[in-house]
């Protein structure tokens, strides 16, 4: 195997398991708030509001995948439907006060762990690292194909 493909088995290796602490993690930071519902939590508080629909579209989920997830964010008192402004038959998600409140200390609770985690690290590997993170997530996927798309 080659330096590049080895670099490459580490980095998707290291990002599996980054992924696993993560969904670990919020279930400890707060016991009814997934990694996946404190993800929507983020992005209506983000976008001030929006539809299930667009929710799914942005994350790439099946539509009853975001339903579930939608009624039990619902159930729990972290959202509420209301209707659009513009076009009455639309219902918009928001968060609630609730929501807020506890999305902001989940929030919280995630930067100090990021921060002790990072601490030990040099400001200059900090600013490389949230580059290539960015980098990474402005990849658009693949094409219809399955190939990437040629840059």
Request: proline share 4%; hydrophobic share 35%; charged share 30%.
């Amino acid at each position: 195997m080659d330096a590049g493909a080895e670099a490459v088995e580490t980095i998707q290796r290291e990002m599996t398991s980054f992924a696993r602490r993560a969904r670990a993690s919020a279930g400890r930071l707060h016991p009814e708030l997934s990694l996946v519902s404190y993800t929507l939590l983020g992005h209506l508080e983000e976008s001030g509001g929006c539809r299930a629909t667009d929710l799914a579209a942005h994350y790439a989920l099946d539509k009853s995948t975001v339903s579930r997830q939608v009624s039990a964010l619902e159930r729990a008192a972290l959202i509420e439907r209301r209707p659009d402004p513009e076009d009455h038959r639309v219902q918009v998600l928001h968060l609630t006060d609730t929501g807020r409140r506890i999305l902001a200390q989940v929030t919280e609770s995630r930067r100090t762990a990021f921060r002790e985690r990072l601490a030990d690290w040099p400001a200059e590997d900090l600013e490389r690292f949230a580059e290539y993170l960015v980098r990474y997530n402005a990849w658009a996927g693949t094409t219809v194909s399955g190939r990437p798309p040629r840059r």
